[in-house]
């Protein structure tokens, strides 16, 4: 599903608040919950939706949307409570498009702007439509035009999925192993027909291409080398964090995001040496980066050895590493890096 900023016409919202009301009438949530996972393919771009049905449990009601191998494999994690480590929250784990349903006083003004100009009514006053797109890192924010589009379909399609789920339960869950039941789509004489199969989820592969050094901060580390020597009787720990509030670039325009919090700290004394804040968007590898070269000038030491828990810094990492000529060291034991980021979040933290 193409992401974009388009903004969604009258027409495309008037369409989905009437589907959304006709599914929150169905009630799903009374015979199904939230491992009865069931795909729904976008007849536009092949991608596959996959769906979970929740308010089973009377705490939360809605449909979770799980847009390809990505969105299943976040839904793969917290379906087995596999929480990447350092995230304190689904937030920041979560990969989907979500129809909720909530108390009147949930809705923003903005969708009720909307709403009133659709002229749709929803019959019971705690189960208004809300829509917001989940992105890991990222607050909750406003679906766009192609989630409008894409929802509509997959909503229109899922109505009758849990319909035939109700009616005939005992056939659609008769699952093949590591299999899910699929809503696809076939095309003839310019009309597409709906019929269900089994398949697998694709597997998610990450392929975030780490960049190379930056001329800049090459050119900066080499004349810093010339300077000093590492000394292998110094040891950093080097990682990041999750904060657990959001912060806004800019307060109109910008989506508010929950930033990488990063830190350099002395593994003798558990001083902190340097500390950097970056978003979640391609420019952290940057950032990362130059948190280290910024300590090096803070402290003009050089270590010996970088002491990094997660695999993915550690590769962020090698190319200023073999600049300077220091050794990356994959480490669990990060005790004074957890202690200042304990102490960061809760009180008495050593940064001023």
């Known amino acids: 599903m193409a992401k974009d900023n388009n903004q969604p016409t009258l027409e495309e919202w008037k369409k989905l608040y009437k589907l959304a009301a006709k599914f929150e009438k169905l009630a799903p949530w009374e015979w199904m919950c939230d491992v009865d996972v069931f795909g729904i393919m976008d007849p536009r771009t092949k991608e596959i939706a996959y769906c979970s049905i929740m308010g089973n ?19 793969d994690l917290i379906a087995r409570g596999e929480i990447p480590d350092g995230i304190d929250d689904k937030i920041n784990t979560q ?12 809705i923003t003004k903005e969708e009720m702007e909307i709403i009133k100009k659709t002229g749709v009514r929803f019959e019971r006053r705690n189960f208004w439509p809300m829509f917001k797109d989940y992105t890991p890192g990222y607050y909750p924010w406003t679906i766009s035009g192609s989630d409008v589009e894409f929802l ?21 869950i008769a699952r093949v192993p590591e299999q899910f039941l699929v809503k696809t789509p076939a095309e003839k004489n310019g009309k597409i027909s709906w019929h269900y199969k089994y398949s697998a989820p694709e597997k998610y ?5 780490i960049p190379a050094l930056s001329e800049p901060d090459e050119i900066l580390a080499r004349n810093m080398k010339k300077e000093m020597e590492p000394d292998d009787r110094v040891e950093w720990e080097f990682d990041y964090f999750r904060a657990r509030e959001p912060i806004q670039d800019d307060k109109k325009l ?5 930033p990488y919090i990063l830190f350099a700290v002395d593994r003798i004394s558990g001083m902190i040496i340097n ?22 000038q803070k402290s003009n030491i050089l270590p010996g050895t970088l002491l990094i828990r997660k695999y ?12 300077f000529g220091i050794k990356i060291k994959i480490s669990n034991d990060l005790r004074m890096f957890d202690e ?9 933290s050593p940064v001023k």
Not at 95 to 106: A, I, Q, T
Not at 205 to 209: G, P, Y
Not at 275 to 296: N, Q, T, Y
């Open 152 to 172: 509509i379909t997959v909503v229109e399609q899922a109505i009758d999925v849990v319909s035939d789920f109700k009616n005939n339960k005992d056939k659609l």
């Open 340 to 348: 200042a980021k304990n102490s960061f979040i809760y009180g008495d």
């Open 95 to 106: 990969k989907c498009l979500l129809v909720e349903y909530g108390k009147r006083d949930r």
């Open 205 to 209: 592969i990450e392929n975030e291409k």
């Open 312 to 323: 993915d810094l550690a590769e962020i990492m090698k190319p200023i590493a073999d600049v």
């Open 275 to 296: 500390i950097s804040l970056s978003d979640p968007g391609d420019g952290r590898f940057r950032i990362f980066r130059k948190c280290f070269i910024e300590a090096v």
């Open 254 to 258: 910008s989506r508010p995001y929950y």
């Open 57 to 75: 449990n009377r705490e939360f009601y809605g449909m979770g949307v799980y847009v390809g191998a990505a969105g299943f494999a976040s839904l």
